[in-house]
């Protein structure tokens, strides 16, 4: 079992910054972030393996970065110029299990996980 914190949400203009970080407790092969609109599916955002393979949802790329820092149990995602179509749910999921899925555009699939944070709330304004 996986134990999974987000932190780092908050309120922003558009165009600005945000980091993300997820506190992970356990061993974990894949990692990756999602979010969620309420009512909605929630939508794979960035996911990062061992060795560093990482890839994002084609909406945050060149926007986004994910990281892991594995001495530190911790997973990180750099958001910049962010945008209000932003405006989510985040959540850090991970999984012990090796290898990873993404769907044709290359963004995570939430169904690869099984271990999942609370959330943090990521606020995007005009």
């Known amino acids: 079992q996986v134990q999974l914190v987000e932190s780092g949400g908050g309120s922003v203009q558009s165009g600005g910054s945000l980091r993300l970080s997820c506190e992970v407790s356990?061993?974990?092969?894949?990692m990756g972030w999602f979010r969620q609109l309420s009512g909605q599916e929630r939508e794979g955002v960035a996911l990062?393996?061992?060795?560093?393979?990482?890839r994002y949802a084609a909406s945050v790329i060149g926007r986004f970065t994910i990281s892991r820092d594995d001495t530190k149990n911790t997973m990180s995602l750099k958001m910049n110029n962010l945008k209000l179509e932003d405006t989510a749910t985040f959540y850090c999921?991970?999984?012990?299990?090796?290898?990873?899925?993404?769907?044709?555009?290359?963004?995570?699939?939430?169904?690869?996980?099984?271990?999942w944070g609370q959330g943090t709330q990521v606020t995007v304004s005009s």
């Open positions: 999921a991970a999984d012990t299990r090796v290898g990873f899925q993404t769907t044709s555009a290359g963004a995570p699939v939430a169904h690869d996980y099984t271990n």
């Open positions: 990062i393996a061992p060795s560093n393979i990482t």
């Open positions: 356990g061993y974990a092969d894949c």
